[in-house]
């Protein structure tokens, strides 16, 4: 079984730049995550998905941070113009569903450096 | 809210040492699951345990084994015979229960653990 996927692996940008990250979950997970880990701390959940719609937002930046699972499957994240605060490593996830308990399974991450 | 504490922020410790790493949680949910995951170099996070919290026996499994105390609210990790391949950053979670009964993880900083030759 093919783990969850993410392209591209590493990013380095300029701040005020824009930048996009792809995600492609297990195939038949419902519920995908995206985390973001800033270096020599925990992840941090962005955004949660059940299908293609928003379960949970509450600590993704808004007016900057933007993202979308179309159709239920992939999905991507979109940063719009980065800081400088937001190198790290942005870690997609997916699981069976969200209600009870399903293990959560990560890809590779994607390192974005903000210069 | 749910909060975890990893103490430990680095370990380091020769082979066939037995190291345990420490985790501390809060929470005011009854039902929760707490977990492990090991984040070796290459970054992906590998899950390794998930314990409910009606269940409080021990787990063992190979080299790796898992306290769990409700009552000092502690779900610590020992590495029996420690070898260099678990050189890794190791993290602590706890499952908490938001809107619609999503459940969504929240992680501790990790402990840094290095298994010197």
């Known amino acids: 079984e093919a783990g969850v996927a993410q392209s591209p692996r590493y990013k380095i940008i300029e701040k005020r730049q824009s930048v996009a990250f792809w995600c492609n979950p297990i195939?038949?997970?419902?519920?995908l995550y995206w985390y973001q880990q800033i270096l020599g701390q925990g992840p941090k959940l962005l955004i949660q998905f059940q299908n293609n719609g928003v379960v949970d937002d509450s600590q993704l930046p808004k007016d900057r941070f933007s993202a979308e699972r179309l159709k239920g499957v992939d999905s991507t994240l979109k940063i719009q113009p980065a800081k400088l605060e937001d190198s790290a490593v942005y870690l997609c996830?997916?699981?069976?569903?969200?209600?009870?308990?399903?293990?959560?399974?990560f890809g590779p991450g994607t390192r974005l450096t903000v210069t | 809210a749910q909060k975890v504490t990893q103490a430990q922020t680095e370990i380091s410790v020769v082979e066939k040492e037995d190291v345990t790493l420490d985790c501390v949680y809060e929470t005011r949910d009854t039902t929760y699951y707490l977990f492990w995951y090991k984040q070796p170099p290459s970054g992906e996070l590998v899950f390794l345990i998930r314990?409910?919290?009606?269940?409080?026996q021990n787990e063992i499994s190979g080299r790796y084994s898992w306290n769990f105390q409700k009552s000092t609210s502690s779900f610590n990790f020992t590495i029996t015979a420690s070898q260099v391949v678990d050189s890794a950053v190791y993290f602590c979670a706890l499952s908490e229960t938001g809107d619609e009964g999503a459940q969504k993880l929240v992680f501790g900083q990790g402990t840094r653990l290095t298994i010197n030759p």
């Open positions: 314990r409910n919290s009606f269940d409080e």
């Open positions: 996830a997916s699981s069976l569903r969200t209600s009870g308990w399903y293990e959560q399974y």
């Open positions: 195939s038949g997970h419902a519920t």
